[in-house]
């Protein structure tokens, strides 16, 4: 209770520090308005069409080349829609700036146009929508391809705070101590509470070697902590086995990325080859990833031609997605373990064995991620992200915010973690042993 009374304290002040700034702009604003009033009407009679519009410029501006604002050309797309906007309202604003904004001479057109767009984004209100500028948008290629300087953490926005969706399995952050569900309130000195995911990952970012200081809350916990994380390379596996006891197999996919499919496979085989009576699935701690990957992994556990996982688009149209054959899993006795860092893909494919074969979850409730994104390039090397369906599990369940939550919970706890305790994982074998030995 005390842990929910601090977070909610937290909310709070995001709201009060919202509304001062808020209060604070109004004030600066009325300020200038007395200030600038008289003025401005004796502009708009010497120049009364000044404001009337914008001269179309004949060229584009280059997409990788730093643009003086003073030269750049501006190009715009004409459109003929039936509801207006005024969108000339953009073009005033970039004119007074280039006109009047004190730094006008070393201001960026490029980089303008980029803020412009991810202000466009961020009205959405989606926190999954994203614009990449060609250097991020090289970065999140390597992030998909399980190659990059970083932590190795995903993140979200969650109660409009930034979390730790999940510390990818041995990463500087899960040694550091950074676990799911973390809050996120301090970049170094930097508060997190006005970031987009993308702000605060460009500020968590950096090379191999140099150092992050984050200012975490963790679940349950009254006082924030301060960790220092040494950035590295992260290159991970997706997907691994062990053995366990009476051959039971350990198997855990940490992320969908490009190569899961070919790691599972030989996890697959490996499970096959020792004859194994029982597999614990673990998808803790895994962020998702490619959606067509958790199609394919989820095929080599579910019969083949039965649905995976439901698509609405923005038209209300939904369409299954079904398993495309190789299966060789689904004769064998599983448990899935869950926890709040399973997002996205790992949600998928935990909702279809729940929902297909009726397999028990073990955990903690999912973090709740129930949307598709398209990633779609764009011209220079930028690229952007735009959400363009809901998902539902096989029975229509839609999991937004919501999560998936486990038929046997089992909370993990500090100490557990300082311990090196997994009480989950211990429960995991106990149900997979009943599974294959019922009693009699």
């Given at each position: 209770m005390e842990s929910e009374n601090f977070e909610e304290k937290i909310k709070q002040e995001i709201i009060e520090d919202k509304e001062k700034k808020e209060k604070e702009n109004m004030e600066k604003n009325l300020h200038l308005f007395k200030r600038y009033s008289s003025l401005l009407v004796i502009i708009f009679l010497v120049a009364g069409s000044f404001f009337l519009g914008y001269k179309k410029g004949q060229s584009n501006i280059p997409d990788n080349k730093n643009v003086p604002l003073e030269k750049a050309i501006i190009e715009n797309k004409a459109s003929s829609q039936n509801e207006k906007v005024d969108f000339s309202l953009f073009w005033k604003v970039w004119d007074l700036v280039k006109e009047k904004h004190i730094e006008r001479n070393n201001l960026d057109a490029q980089k303008m146009v980029y803020g412009a767009i991810n202000g466009m984004l961020s009205a959405t209100g989606d926190p999954y929508s994203s614009f990449f500028n060609p250097e991020e948008s090289k970065m999140f290629s390597q992030d998909i391809a399980g190659s990059f300087d970083g932590i190795g953490a995903e993140l979200g926005i969650k109660d409009e705070i930034l979390t730790v969706i999940a510390p990818l399995d041995g990463s500087p952050a899960q040694k550091a101590g950074i676990r799911s569900g973390d809050k996120i309130l301090k970049i170094d000195e930097k508060s997190s509470l006005e970031l987009t995911i993308d702000q605060a990952v460009d500020l968590i970012r950096g090379k191999k070697g140099t150092q992050v200081k984050l200012t975490i809350l963790h679940s349950g916990d009254q006082e924030t902590t301060e960790i220092t994380v040494v950035r590295e390379t992260i290159k991970l596996d997706s997907a691994k086995v062990e053995f366990k006891d009476d051959g039971i197999a350990y198997l855990k996919i940490i992320k969908f990325s490009d190569d899961v499919d070919v790691q599972f496979d030989s996890a697959m085989n490996k499970i096959i080859a020792q004859k194994s009576k029982g597999i614990v699935l673990d998808l803790r701690d895994n962020p998702g990833g490619l959606l067509d990957k958790s199609i394919k992994v989820a095929s080599r556990m579910?019969?083949?031609?039965?649905?995976?996982?439901?698509?609405?688009?923005?038209?209300?149209?939904?369409?299954?997605?079904?398993?495309?054959?190789?299966?060789?899993?689904?004769?064998?006795?599983?448990?899935?373990?869950?926890?709040?860092?399973?997002?996205?893909?790992?949600?998928?494919?935990?909702?279809?064995?729940?929902?297909?074969?009726?397999?028990?979850?073990?955990?903690?409730?999912?973090?709740?991620?129930?949307?598709?994104?398209?990633?779609?390039?764009?011209?220079?090397?930028?690229?952007?992200?735009?959400?363009?369906?809901?998902?539902?599990?096989?029975?229509?369940?839609?999991?937004?915010?919501?999560?998936?939550?486990?038929?046997?919970?089992?909370?993990?706890?500090?100490?557990?973690?300082?311990?090196?305790?997994?009480?989950?994982?211990?429960?995991?074998?106990?149900?997979?042993?009943?599974?294959i030995n019922p009693v009699k």
């Open positions: 579910i019969a083949k031609g039965n649905v995976v996982v439901l698509e609405e688009n923005n038209a209300g149209k939904k369409d299954s997605l079904h398993t495309i054959g190789g299966d060789k899993l689904s004769s064998i006795p599983m448990v899935v373990l869950i926890n709040e860092g399973s997002a996205s893909a790992s949600e998928i494919l935990a909702g279809a064995l729940k929902d297909d074969r009726g397999i028990t979850l073990i955990g903690e409730k999912t973090f709740g991620k129930g949307s598709v994104q398209q990633l779609m390039d764009l011209p220079g090397g930028s690229s952007v992200k735009i959400t363009v369906a809901k998902w539902l599990t096989p029975k229509g369940d839609y999991i937004m915010e919501k999560g998936i939550a486990p038929d046997v919970e089992v909370k993990m706890t500090s100490d557990d973690y300082k311990n090196e305790r997994d009480p989950q994982l211990d429960k995991a074998m106990e149900i997979i042993k009943e599974k």
